[in-house]
């Protein structure tokens, strides 16, 4: 059952651009009621997926690293004490790399976070202010040196790919985020989706995406350069030293179980999904009631399972094991992947197999998308 454990912290300084409304600070927060509530969620959720060592805690959500020490030292004592904790678990904390926020990195730290995932995406103010972002550069490579001092292991995430963005500018970005020594780098293209700021802006003429095919070379110089400092990719867009990949996402991507607590947290265990009362005061009143803040738990099918973990294993570059789908979901390889259509991605040199296990190449991984669309049956997914 679970061997990783998500923590939603909703709560942000004031109104900003990357939460719902309803999930900003309102008047102050209640932290003994909190406390309360959020380990009521987690004493649910261990008494059904409780019974394995966990391997990872991921504190993630609004802005997570102003959570309150205590609080975060309380959650830990209680998750050891609920599942126990594997040798040498990873604890990692999302933080907004303000100053702010950096000012806690040390409490925290002492509290047992001992991994933090910090939102640079990018290293000059301008850019920052294109991305919408709060800090500005010289505060974020300040929070990076505070975290790089309190915390054991520290990653840190940057967009490329930007509109007009050549590929010297973005080597000379990237070489300089190599510089700092951090073993773990989260390295995204821009994309636009619908329904944001961004799509607003291309409708109306403010800018340009940057076109694919440049967009493709920038994916593959990325590439390129994080093999040569020792940060190859384990996935289309995490880079790590080898034993530094991020065991929180890896168990999403392998498609193993973890328990989700908090406002608006997912989960999954057993073959069933769950998700938690997005608003606070919503997720308040339901652990006040039923004892969790649970909204919704659905039982998933075989083939949706297995479509999930097809949709995400392909994302790493060890790929998926049929075999080990197969026997996990009851489902015979054969109807796990179209077998003709990897044959001939494999020939463009789009995709490899090696027995049971298959994956995308580096030359494949910037047509993701499209390739997952041909690789996993339609009837699989539509299940």
């Given at each position: 059952?679970?061997?990783?454990?998500?923590i939603?912290?909703?709560?942000?300084?004031?109104?900003?651009?990357?939460?719902?409304?309803?999930s900003h600070?309102?008047?102050?927060i209640?932290?003994?009621?909190?406390?309360?509530?959020?380990?009521?969620?987690?004493?649910h959720?261990?008494?059904?997926?409780?019974?394995?060592?966990?391997?990872?805690?991921f504190?993630?959500?609004?802005?997570?690293?102003?959570?309150?020490?205590?609080?975060v030292?309380?959650?830990?004592?209680e998750?050891?004490?609920?599942?126990?904790?594997?040798?040498?678990?990873?604890?990692?904390l999302?933080?907004?790399?303000?100053?702010?926020?950096?000012?806690?990195f040390?409490?925290?730290a002492a509290?047992?976070?001992?991994?933090a995932?910090?939102?640079?995406?990018?290293?000059?103010?301008?850019?920052?202010?294109f991305?919408?972002?709060?800090?500005?550069?010289?505060?974020?490579?300040?929070?990076?040196?505070?975290?790089?001092s309190?915390?054991?292991?520290?990653?840190?995430?940057?967009?490329y790919?930007?509109?007009g963005?050549?590929?010297?500018?973005?080597?000379?970005?990237?070489?300089?985020a190599?510089?700092?020594?951090?073993?773990?780098?989260?390295?995204?293209q821009?994309?636009?989706?619908?329904?944001?700021?961004?799509?607003t802006?291309?409708?109306?003429?403010?800018?340009?995406?940057?076109?694919?095919?440049?967009?493709?070379?920038?994916?593959?110089?990325?590439?390129?350069?994080t093999?040569?400092?020792?940060l190859?990719a384990?996935?289309?867009s995490?880079?790590?030293?080898?034993?530094?990949?991020?065991?929180?996402?890896?168990?999403?991507?392998?498609?193993r179980?973890?328990?989700?607590?908090?406002p608006?947290?997912?989960?999954r265990?057993?073959?069933?999904?769950?998700?938690?009362?997005?608003?606070?005061?919503?997720?308040?009143?339901?652990?006040?009631?039923?004892?969790?803040?649970?909204?919704?738990?659905r039982?998933?099918?075989?083939?949706?399972?297995?479509?999930?973990?097809?949709?995400?294993?392909?994302?790493?570059?060890?790929g998926?094991?049929?075999a080990?789908?197969?026997?996990?979901?009851?489902?015979?390889?054969?109807?796990?992947?179209?077998?003709?259509?990897?044959?001939?991605?494999?020939?463009?040199?789009?995709a490899?197999?090696?027995?049971?296990?298959?994956?995308?190449?580096?030359h494949?991984?910037?047509?993701?998308?499209?390739l997952?669309?041909?690789?996993?049956?339609?009837?699989?997914?539509?299940?």
């Open positions: 059952m679970a061997r990783a454990l998500y939603h912290w909703p709560f942000c300084l004031a109104k900003c651009p990357y939460c719902d409304f309803n600070v309102r008047g102050g209640d932290v003994p009621a909190w406390r309360e509530a959020m380990l009521a969620d987690m004493r959720e261990a008494g059904i997926a409780a019974n394995e060592a966990l391997d990872s805690v504190f993630g959500g609004g802005t997570p690293s102003l959570m309150p020490p205590a609080l030292a309380d959650l830990l004592e998750a050891e004490r609920l599942w126990g904790f594997a040798p040498g678990i990873e604890i990692t999302e933080a907004n790399p303000s100053s702010v926020e950096a000012a806690n040390r409490d925290l509290a047992g976070v001992n991994r995932s910090l939102g640079l995406q990018a290293l000059d103010d301008r850019t920052l202010r991305l919408g972002r709060l800090h500005d550069a010289e505060e974020g490579l300040n929070a990076l040196e505070t975290a790089q309190a915390f054991e292991r520290v990653s840190f995430d940057l967009i790919a930007r509109p963005q050549s590929a010297e500018q973005w080597a000379a970005e990237l070489e300089r190599l510089g700092f020594g951090t073993g773990h780098l989260s390295l995204y821009l994309t636009i989706e619908p329904g944001t700021r961004f799509a802006d291309v409708r109306q003429g403010a800018f340009s995406p940057l076109d694919n095919d440049p967009a493709a070379d920038l994916f593959a110089l990325t590439r390129e350069m093999e040569a400092a020792g190859p384990y996935e289309v995490n880079h790590a030293r080898p034993g530094e990949e991020s065991r929180h996402n890896l168990a999403y991507w392998r498609y179980d973890y328990a989700g607590i908090g608006g947290a997912h989960g265990r057993g073959g069933v999904a769950t998700l938690r009362h997005k608003k606070p005061e919503n997720w308040l009143a339901a652990v006040a009631e039923t004892g969790s803040g649970l909204k919704d738990e039982s998933l099918a075989s083939r949706e399972q297995a479509s999930e973990a097809l949709l995400m294993g392909l994302r790493l570059g060890e998926v094991d049929l080990d789908l197969s026997r996990r979901f009851g489902i015979a390889t054969a109807d796990l992947i179209d077998r003709e259509k990897l044959a001939f991605h494999e020939r463009l040199g789009l490899w197999s090696d027995g049971a296990r298959i994956g995308v190449t580096p494949g991984m910037p047509l993701l998308d499209a997952l669309g041909e690789l996993v049956p339609a009837a699989l997914v539509a299940a």
